[in-house]
């Protein structure tokens, strides 16, 4: 089947229309009219081959919602009508001991949304900045947010699992501190998450101006992170801290904030790394620094239901498909409140 789709067939050239063919719905598929889709900072890196391998045409995209317009004979977990939502994997080896344990985003032959690799011509996968995908029900979400919060449900699929992942597994709740720092789009979402379940949250942000916005998402306290006397007050206080920001950056300051045996977990991926920390920042309190990587299939379901019970969507500003060249160069100035998504809509006209 052909849909129209947004993408860039190079590097260095702007995203355009483009006609892409999307497989027919097979045994264990479900075909999915898309009617969202987020724009995550992964999509400007791959588009323009920042990262390396980008095969093109690219069509970005993985954050993606919709309605199922098709199953499979065999698809018991969805049903045409339903909302749903697809992340950033579409595949993985369904066998290996990451699979599993449902952590299919450690699986060494996770397959993304996009630029991953699969039998479907062009022979590289083709994300959500489209009509329509096809996808193994295995990757396909439940969503039970109301219908008119959809377009704010599409940044869950990256940014609310990329931080909630890391939030669970180091068990964040009632009686821990919390520190989340970056307020953009993961950073946003870390906010409201944290707060949700049940932590004391201090937002970290490097601008003042940001400061009245994290107390509106949900942060107890605000500390710039420039300002010495602020980050003082907070010294050997946190337990857990959640950092978004994907700029190299000095982590010995942020590490002094952590109380004893406290954590620091990288969900932000700079493009050059982050100078090492001081040893002695982690042996001193036997203090960790770890990474996490969005989330399993199994926990990005919890994470929605959990999101739908507690009312939790992003901010997010909405775009036509034809003003995605416009909002990266936004996005890269840091100018979203917190998050662009793309009507779908806007790609038949
Ligand atoms: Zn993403
Ligand atoms: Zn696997």
Known sequence: MTVKAFGAYAGDKPLEPMDISRRSVGPHDVGIEIA??????SDIHQVRAEWAGTLYPCVPGHEIVGRVSAVGAHVTSHKVGDLVGVGCIVDS?????DCSDG????????????NGPT???PGHTLGGYSQRIVVHERYVLRVSHPEEQLAAVAPLLCAGITTYSPLRHWNVGPGHKVGVVGIGGLGHMGIKLANAMGAHVVAFTTSESKRQAAKALGAHDVVVSRNEDEMAAHTKSLDFIL?????????????????????????????????????FSLIMKRRSLAGSMIGGIPETQEM????????????????????????YERMLKGDVKYRFVIDTASLAA
């Open 36 to 41: 969202f889709c987020g724009v995550c900072h």
């Open 103 to 114: 952590l299919e985003n450690y699986c060494d032959h996770m397959v993304g949304t996009y």
């Open 119 to 121: 039998p479907d011509a």
């Open 304 to 327: 929605l239901d959990f999101c739908a019970e507690h009312g939790i969507v992003a901010d997010i500003e909405m775009i036509r498909a034809d003003g995605i060249n416009e909002a």
């Open 93 to 97: 080896c369904k066998r290996c001991d």
């Open 243 to 279: 950092n978004t920001v994907a700029a190299p950056h000095d982590l010995d300051a942020l590490f002094a904030l952590l109380k004893r045996d406290g954590t620091m977990t990288l969900v932000g991926a700079p493009a050059t790394p982050h100078p090492s920390p001081e040893v």
